[in-house]
């Protein structure tokens, strides 16, 4: 039977969920046969194409966290009342991820000298925490969880930035008194993320704090009437996906907006946004929030750009960073606690390198940038060709004579506050 599934798979098995490395099925070569390196790949890959694995890992899975209260998923710690928490929020909670007070005065001034610049070309700076659960759900945390430490990369980081006057929205803080007379749950027991009634209200509140900020009532999200449901929505269970159970966990009582939908007021002056962030981000990545603006764009750990205005997702790496914030209209940098050891994912350590080079030096940067964007821009490379035959010379030398106008042009732009 087991062999008749893996090789016609007659019964339909729900893929697992999470990341998984799958090992290919190994071809041929003596000298792996030899040396036994064949046999091994043979055998990893024997065992993961197995007729019914992934109902026999969820039947193990099913009796580990059953009979034993334990999770195979090493990341999803049981507390009580079989409320999951995800272990690097855990140990943010402890401060075993504290990174010290040398290494925050040093992510400081890079945040400063970053906000320095921003403030020369009138982008809007807002840090923002998201929420902990283990801050919100104190109760169920396990035994050797039970209290936050005195010192964290949170607490730290928060005494910093209000001391220098570095816009903060703490959502830690706020869904922590919120939750004091919130009829509904900000945070579930089988999600990691704010619930998704949360992040709508999140995203309401942030909305208002932008067309604050800028002085510009562009939009309005509307929110239509609350329902209970036993069936959960979005992100609302994914703890417990991972952990790829026969059954579902405890039973929970979710709450969803009927509609939410969203109205612009002034078309005109919708502002430009980026948001470099994790994986909470995904709750307001929704054509309710994303329509409210202009443009905006969500720069994934700021490795990966994201927006409903792109064909497709495409390298952060591919932008030159100062020009792209400089001509935003407001710069969102949305961090969970287990992220805030790299508070703005490297954005705020280039921004300062780069600033904090000599002239000669940024101007290298800034050539180097433009002739690898030339030359994979094909439009501007038949332009090159073009004014290198209507000057009578040579394409790479015309090349280098947009490259250097370009360095000098956007150098002027960006720095010549510095």
């Not at 430009?272 to 909470?280: L, N, Q």
């Not at 994303?290 to 969500?298: A, G, P, T, V």
């Not at 100062?322 to 287990?338: F, H, V």
Request: charged fraction near 20%; charge should be negative; include cysteine.
């Amino acid at each position: 039977m087991f062999a008749i599934q893996q090789q016609w798979q007659p019964f339909h098995e729900p893929p697992l969920r999470g990341a998984f490395h799958t090992t290919p099925r190994p071809s041929f070569q003596t000298i792996d046969w030899m040396n036994g390196t064949f046999q091994d790949q043979y055998n990893t890959y024997i065992e993961e194409n197995i007729g019914f694995r992934n109902t026999l890992i969820r039947i193990n899975n099913q009796l580990n966290y059953g009979l034993f209260k334990v999770s195979t998923v090493k990341k999803v710690i049981i507390g009580s009342n079989g409320t999951l928490f995800e272990k690097p929020y855990l140990e943010s909670f402890n401060g075993d991820d504290f990174i010290g007070s040398t290494e925050i005065n040093l992510q400081m001034q890079q945040i400063l000298t970053t906000r320095n610049f921003l403030k020369n070309h009138q982008t809007k700076l807002l840090m923002i925490f998201a929420p902990n659960k283990a801050f919100l759900d104190q109760d169920h945390l396990p035994a050797q969880y039970k209290s936050p430490a005195d010192s964290s990369n949170y607490s730290e980081l928060k005494k910093e930035l209000t001391k220098q006057g570095i816009p903060l929205l703490d959502v830690n803080d706020w869904f922590c008194d919120l939750k004091k007379h919130s009829e509904y749950p900000l945070f579930t027991p089988k999600g990691t993320h704010w619930s998704e009634y949360g992040a709508v209200v999140f995203a309401d509140s942030l909305l208002k704090r932008i067309m604050c900020d800028m002085d510009r009532p562009f939009a309005t999200i509307k929110m239509g009437p609350v329902h209970r449901s036993t069936h959960s929505h979005g992100s609302d269970e994914d703890l417990s996906d991972w952990m790829n159970l026969l059954f579902r966990t405890v039973q929970f009582n979710y709450a969803y907006f009927d509609t939410v939908s969203s109205m612009v007021n002034d078309s005109a002056n919708r502002p430009t946004i980026i948001v470099v962030g994790d994986s909470f981000f995904w709750n307001l990545y929704k054509p309710f929030f994303l329509n409210c603006f202009h443009s905006i764009e969500f720069w994934y750990y700021n490795q990966t750009v994201f927006s409903p205005y792109l064909k497709e997702p495409f390298p952060v790496k591919d932008l030159l960073l100062p020009d792209k914030i400089a001509r935003a209209d407001y710069l969102i940098i949305l961090s969970a606690e287990p992220n805030l050891t790299q508070i703005g994912f490297g954005l705020f350590q280039e921004i300062d390198s780069v600033i904090n080079l000599k002239q000669k030096n940024r101007l290298h940067y800034l050539e180097s940038y433009y002739l690898q964007h030339i030359r994979r821009t094909n439009e501007w490379m038949d332009l090159i060709r073009e004014k290198a035959l209507d000057r009578g010379i040579g394409i790479d030398s015309m090349l280098i004579m947009d490259v250097r106008y370009m360095g000098q042009l956007k150098h002027d732009q960006l720095f010549s506050h510095q």
